[in-house]
């Protein structure tokens, strides 16, 4: 049994930082990539950065790009995301999600096989 646990989340000014952490636990899992998604009520879950392990490659949805900054621990299956410059438009539920295998682009929710129940990040003008 695979479990992402996010914390990190809160209540921020705009213009204000926060940053999210998510740990991936199981006996004998380990990750190829990970990522970040968002969502707000009545909306799809949304794309927001993501970091393949073997390369160190990162990827970034253009909302976000400059702002926010994925970086993580292969080795403890963590994975951050530093977010700065925050608006009241980044306000959702933050959910991390990982993979054991590589399968089609990470921008995308089905390229993952494990995902957390979520932060909530809250962003007041």
């Known amino acids: 049994q695979v479990q992402l646990v996010e914390s990190g989340g809160g209540l921020v000014q705009a213009g204000g930082s926060l940053r999210l952490s998510c740990a991936a636990s199981?006996?004998?899992?380990?990750?190829?990539?990970m990522g970040w998604f968002r969502q707000t009520p009545g909306k799809e879950r949304e794309f927001v950065a993501a970091i393949r392990w073997s390369t160190g490659s990162t990827y970034y949805a253009d909302s976000v790009k400059g702002r926010f900054t994925i970086s993580g621990d292969n080795a403890k299956n963590t994975v951050y995301l530093q977010m700065n410059s925050l608006k009241p438009e980044d306000t959702a539920d933050y959910v991390c999600?990982?993979?054991?295998?590589?399968?089609?682009?990470?921008?995308?929710?089905?390229?993952?096989?494990?995902w957390g129940q979520g932060t909530q990040v809250t962003v007041s003008s």
């Open positions: 999600a990982a993979t054991a295998v590589l399968r089609g682009s990470l921008v995308l929710t089905s390229a993952y096989n494990y």
């Open positions: 199981g006996r004998t899992f380990s990750s190829v990539a």
